[in-house]
């Protein structure tokens, strides 16, 4: 018996969750959190997002009607797009290294990391992880995927704005560089 499509996404995705595991354990210590209530609520909505797209709508009519005709060719797209895009959050991720932080935290000696996928957006993870939702979304061609796809895009939305007053205030002119050089999600676009 072989190993299907939603098989391969699925091991993809908790590969990566691990990976976020492992590498939490060292951070560096936070100096001061901001907008922590905020962060969280945009936080959980990409958690209910993320549970709506791999519950397949929970079973339920109309959240399991295709939006896609399912075939090998969507299928293929939607894991190939998932992989690129798991793959550029865990760069990402690596590339930030200590500084990362899961809600919108200064941390002692924070650094402004304007290399590798930072130097093509500025909130590089979350990009990675809007398209791999969207590659996802593809692979399964439910309603529910793009319903959880269209959580996830605005939550994230909403936090990098956030994220994007903190970091202005923290490194001021530099960030303002930085901002004014490189797009937020979309590379060249957004």
Known sequence: MGVSIDQIIRIMWIVMFVIWFLTGLSL???AQTRSEGRSRIAVYIVWAGWWLLFA???GRD???RRVLEPSLTTAYAGLAI???GLAFAVLAR?????NWSALIQVKEGHELIQTGPCALVRHPIYSG???ATLGTAI????LSGFLGFIMVVAAWGYKSRLEESAMAEQFGAQYETYRAHVKGLVPFVW
């Open 56 to 58: 397949h709508g929970f």
């Open 129 to 131: 992880l809007m398209l």
């Open 139 to 142: 692979a399964y061609g439910e």
């Open 94 to 98: 690596l590339y930030i290294g200590k």
């Open 82 to 84: 998932t992989a690129a």
């Open 28 to 30: 560096k210590r936070t």
């Open 62 to 64: 109309p959240l399991t």
